[in-house]
C-alpha cells in the first residue's frame, strides 16, 4: 500500500464548507468571502476557548540544537512553538546517545556547583517568560548536539488550503463543534442547535479521550502548570 492511503486529513475551508452544510443544508453556491471570513474567525475562536477551557491541544515533535561552550541555557524552538520537553537526549556521535536526567528548575537553582563543567548529564526547563528555556548541567565545554522531545503547540487555522494542525481524530468535533456555533448566527430552530450541540460533544468528548493515554503514561499533564 502507498502511504497516501493513510494520510487523510482535512484542511481548513473543508471544515468550514462541511460546517456550513450542516446548518444551511446543501449549497449550490460556493461560499461568500465573508461568509468564509467568519467561518475562519469563529473556527479559531473556538480552538482558542477549548484552550481556556484546559483542553490543551499539541504533539510529539523531535528537535534539535547545538550547544556552545561556556553556556548553559538555550531558549528553544518557536517555530514550532515549543511549551515543554518530554526528553532529551546528549549525542557523542553517530551512534554514541544518551538520556538526560530531567530536573525541575528549583532543583537545578538548588545545585552546589552550577558553574562546573562536563558533558550535560541533566537538564531542567524554566517556562517563566512564555518560551521554554533549556538549562543543561555541567555546563559544556565543547560543542555537542542535544536532541529533546518536545510538546508542541498547535498552530492556528490560517491557511485556506493546508490541513489542519490536528490529529485526524479530532475532525468531526472541529466540524460540528464549528456548526453549533454558527448554529447560533443563522438562528437555526432550538432543536436543531441542540442536535448540532450534542453531536459536537459527543465528537469532543471522543477525540479528548484519545489524549488520555499518553497524558499519563508520559507525563505530558506538567507541561501545562
Do not use: C
Not at 510538546?151 to 475532525?171: C, G, H, I, M, Y
Request: proline content about 4%; aromatic content about 10%.
Amino acid at each position: 500500500m502507498a502511504t497516501t492511503d493513510y494520510d487523510f486529513q482535512s484542511t481548513r475551508n473543508q471544515v468550514i464548507e462541511r460546517a456550513h452544510r450542516l446548518v444551511l443544508g446543501p449549497q449550490t453556491t460556493a461560499l461568500s468571502a465573508e461568509e468564509m471570513a467568519y467561518g475562519v474567525l469563529a473556527l479559531n475562536e473556538m480552538i482558542k476557548s477549548w484552550q481556556s477551557g484546559h483542553v490543551f491541544l499539541w504533539k510529539l515533535q523531535k528537535l534539535s540544537f547545538s550547544t556552545a561552550a561556556t553556556d548553559k541555557d538555550y531558549t528553544l524552538s518557536t517555530d514550532p512553538a515549543v511549551a515543554w520537553v518530554d526528553k532529551a537526549w546528549l549525542v557523542h556521535g553517530t551512534n554514541d546517545v544518551y538520556e538526560l536526567e530531567q530536573i525541575s528548575y528549583r532543583q537545578y537553582l538548588d545545585i552546589e556547583d552550577p558553574d562546573s563543567t562536563g558533558d550535560p548529564t541533566h537538564f531542567a526547563i524554566d517556562n517563566q517568560l512564555g518560551t521554554p528555556v533549556m538549562y543543561v548541567w555541567p555546563t559544556p565545554t565543547q560543542v555537542k548536539t542535544i536532541n529533546y522531545l518536545g510538546v508542541v503547540l498547535l498552530k492556528d487555522a490560517e491557511t485556506a488550503s493546508d490541513n489542519l494542525d490536528f490529529p485526524v481524530r479530532w475532525s468531526n468535533a472541529l466540524t460540528y463543534g464549528l456548526a453549533a456555533h454558527l448554529a447560533d448566527e443563522y438562528l437555526l430552530p432550538i432543536r436543531e442547535r441542540q442536535h448540532l450541540e450534542r453531536k459536537a460533544l459527543d465528537f469532543f468528548s471522543q477525540a479528548k479521550r484519545g489524549n488520555n493515554e499518553r497524558s499519563s503514561n508520559e507525563h505530558i499533564e506538567g507541561a501545562f502548570d
